[in-house]
Nanobody, 117 residues
Framework: QVQLVESGGGLVQPGGSLRLTCAAS????????MAWYRQAPGKERDLVARINSVGSTFTVDSVRGRFTISRDNAKNTVYLQMSNLKPDDTAVYYC???????????WGQGTQVTVSS
């Protein structure tokens, strides 16, 4: 069984920082690709950043240089460190897990990030 729980969202001023945490239960995180997605009101859920099982990362252009994805396998956690936040970053952020060798996605419940003054 795979369960994902996001935390760390909240209200932050433009230019501020937040760190999102995804806590995973089960035994698959270490051998899984992890990602953060976000969904703004009325929009599709879009990829923000991903990290594979050996630590290689990718971030989309709109957040590159501001967001960093990382993982701590010993703690069964994945992080999204967000800095220099902008109002356009406002969205519900979701943690995603895909076990290696599968096409199966597991999702957390999401955490709200609101960037506003």
């Amino acid at each position: 069984q795979v369960q994902l729980v996001e935390s760390g969202g909240g209200l932050v001023q433009p230019g501020g920082s937040l760190r999102l945490t995804c806590a995973a239960s089960g035994s698959y995180l270490r051998t899984s690709a992890m990602a953060w997605y976000r969904q703004a009101p009325g929009k599709e859920r879009d990829l923000v950043a991903r990290i594979n099982s050996v630590g290689s990362t990718f971030t989309v252009d709109s957040v590159r240089g501001r967001f960093t994805i990382s993982r701590d396998n010993a703690k069964n956690t994945v992080y999204l460190q967000m800095s220099n936040l902008k109002p356009d970053d406002t969205a519900v952020y979701y943690c995603n897990l895909r076990p290696i060798g599968t096409a199966t996605d597991y999702w957390g419940q999401g955490t709200q990030v609101t960037v506003s003054s």
